[in-house]
């Protein structure tokens, strides 16, 4: 069998090509605990007070009045605890596409897989958590069943396994054990944030490095584990043709990006309509870099222009001194980052 991930588009519909994307942290609930979240234990066990404010309808007419075709890539928190999460997507997938990061934990799963057109679902990312799922003894072999029910239905699903430090002993083992059972996508994600006090993947050693390269089938991680993730003054199109939103409906340029382009539900949306260079000097979602950064410089004076804005833009967000010293003393004590597009 090959193991390769790559996005099948072969079975997605005719009309399946979208113009924009958006990544949709739509709630913060989650029930698992894993110990490299980049949430935070208080995030993940109180959900976001606007989680259910608006109908599925409601939040389809919100892509819809843009005039555009969207894909629509949810994570959390878990997606699948949001209220009526199947049926949002029965009700998103009329028009849009969508892509889920999920820890595939609930049974609603199925429904999903029976009720959901396969045709506008471009991929579903399954993490496999081990840790998590070894709390509860048949938890690993219902994963596997789920996924393999996605896999016999045709969904684009790959199974994740980050390479927090700690796991990477263990990582060929259990990566083995999945393919054994017949799970086909089974993807190395490099994890990027502290362990030990060190700082990953700059911390990775090379024997690490070659373990890792071996098992992800996808080519941005072998980037994310070599290079620098710095596009600072390269001309982006998120802002343009990608977003980040928040429960509420808020869009921002991108994870890294405080740039503010209104409020999808209230209808405030106002995309950028050329390129901008990038405004930040670490790529903190680097998958959104790389596919959306240019190998061409902005000119000098757009660069500034976007800084400022950049600098501008942050007590818009909330963020006080206060705040930035929690986050950098959280991070330097054990969080990640494992979002993925
Ligand atoms: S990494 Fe994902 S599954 Fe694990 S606690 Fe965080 S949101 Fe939940
Ligand atoms: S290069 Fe990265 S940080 Fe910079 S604007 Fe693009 S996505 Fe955001």
């Avoid at 016999?152 to 002993?169: A, C, H, R, S």
């Avoid at 500034?304 to 959280?330: D, N, Q, S, V």
Wanted: net charge positive; hydrophobic share 35%.
């Amino acid at each position: 069998m090959e193991f390769t991930r790559h996005i099948d588009t072969s079975g997605l519909a005719e009309n399946a090509g979208t113009d924009l994307m958006v990544f949709w942290n739509l709630n913060h609930f989650c029930d698992y605990r894993c110990e490299y979240c980049f949430c935070g234990k208080e995030k993940l066990s109180a959900e976001h007070p606007d989680v259910g404010k608006h109908s599925a309808e409601r939040i389809f007419e919100a892509f819809t009045r843009t005039g555009k075709t969207w894909q629509i890539h949810m994570s959390g928190g878990e997606p699948f605890l949001y209220p009526g999460f199947v049926e949002l997507c029965q009700k998103l997938t009329e028009k849009h596409c969508i892509s889920i990061n999920t820890n595939f934990s609930t049974s609603n799963v199925f429904n999903f897989a029976d009720t959901v057109k396969r045709e506008k679902v471009f991929f579903i990312n399954a993490g496999l958590h081990i840790a998590e799922r070894e709390k509860n003894k048949s938890a690993l072999d219902e994963f596997i069943r789920r996924v393999l029910y996605f896999q016999d239905k045709g969904f684009n699903i790959d199974v994740g396994y980050l390479t927090y430090p700690p796991l990477l002993e263990r990582m060929a083992k259990d990566i083995g054990h999945l393919r054994d059972k017949g799970v086909k996508l089974l993807n190395a994600k490099v994890f990027r944030g502290f362990y030990a006090g060190r700082r990953y993947p700059g911390a990775y050693t090379d024997t690490e490095r070659e373990i890792i390269k071996k098992y992800t089938l996808d080519v941005r991680e072998i980037d994310i584990i070599d290079k620098k993730m710095n596009f600072f003054g390269s001309l982006c199109g998120t802002g343009m043709k990608y977003f980040r939103m928040d429960p509420a409906g808020n869009l921002f340029r991108c994870s890294s990006s405080f740039k503010s382009y209104g409020n999808l539900f209230d209808g405030t949306y106002s995309p950028d309509t050329v390129y901008a260079p990038c405004p930040v000097l670490n790529c903190d979602c680097p998958y959104e870099g790389l596919r959306y950064a240019k190998n061409e410089k902005g000119s000098y004076g757009s660069v500034c222009r976007e800084a400022l804005a950049e600098l501008a833009a942050i007590p818009r967000r909330g963020i006080t001194i206060k705040k930035i010293l929690r986050h950098i003393r959280k991070r330097l004590t054990l969080n990640s980052e494992n979002s993925e597009l």
